[in-house]
């Protein structure tokens, strides 16, 4: 037969063991993402941001095998740095164009009636559909990393004008 123990914690004791310390918050990296302390509600705590310039990743190896960048005579083509810039030039115009039409399609929705809302509407969802993408395709040969990048730089240019 089994004998079934009650165990009582009693957490108003002070701990006999040292605190544990930290490191210096100098010490930490500045992109690393921080968790809110307790009691400071999550909305004001801080944002990861990206830069706001160009990337120009390496092409992740499962978009080099499946042969997203062409194939040569030897197999699959690895993208050199300076085709990797054109690429995510290429990409960021068009993403600034959609993000640009987008805009607009918002102001106008904010000063349309209730008439002619509808076709807006799905304009607005076309074009919001179209830029995210654009960036799932870029996502999906260089990673989330760097799309998140394309994304800050696209609506920093667009940001600027």
């Given at each position: 037969?089994?004998?079934?123990?009650?165990?009582?914690?009693?957490?108003?004791?002070?701990?006999?063991?040292?605190?544990?310390?930290?490191?210096?918050?100098?010490?930490?990296?500045?992109?690393?993402?921080?968790?809110?302390?307790?009691?400071?509600?999550?909305?004001?705590?801080?944002?990861?941001?990206?830069?706001?310039?160009?990337?120009?990743?390496?092409?992740?190896?499962?978009?080099?095998?499946?042969?997203?960048?062409?194939?040569?005579?030897?197999?699959?083509?690895?993208?050199?740095?300076?085709?990797?810039?054109?690429?995510?030039?290429?990409?960021?115009?068009?993403?600034?164009?959609?993000?640009?039409r987008l805009?607009?399609?918002?102001?106008?929705?904010?000063?349309?009636?209730?008439?002619?809302?509808?076709?807006?509407?799905?304009?607005?969802?076309?074009?919001?559909?179209?830029?995210?993408?654009?960036?799932?395709?870029?996502?999906?040969?260089?990673?989330?990393?760097?799309?998140?990048?394309?994304?800050?730089?696209?609506?920093?240019?667009?940001a600027k004008?």
């Amino acid at each position: 037969m089994a004998k079934f123990v009650q165990l009582t914690l009693d957490w108003t004791q002070a701990s006999r063991l040292p605190p544990i310390s930290q490191p210096p918050a100098e010490a930490a990296e500045p992109h690393e993402p921080t968790l809110p302390k307790p009691g400071v509600p999550a909305s004001t705590a801080p944002k990861v941001r990206h830069p706001a310039c160009l990337p120009v990743p390496k092409p992740l190896a499962s978009a080099i095998g499946k042969g997203n960048f062409g194939e040569d005579e030897r197999g699959p083509v690895r993208p050199t740095a300076a085709e990797v810039r054109a690429i995510t030039e290429h990409h960021a115009e068009r993403l600034i164009d959609l993000l640009d039409r987008l805009q607009v399609a918002d102001a106008q929705l904010d000063r349309s009636s209730q008439g002619d809302r509808s076709s807006l509407i799905r304009q607005k969802d076309q074009l919001l559909s179209a830029y995210q993408s654009g960036l799932a395709l870029y996502a999906e040969d260089f990673g989330q990393h760097a799309a998140n990048r394309l994304d800050s730089y696209v609506r920093h240019q667009v940001a600027k004008k």
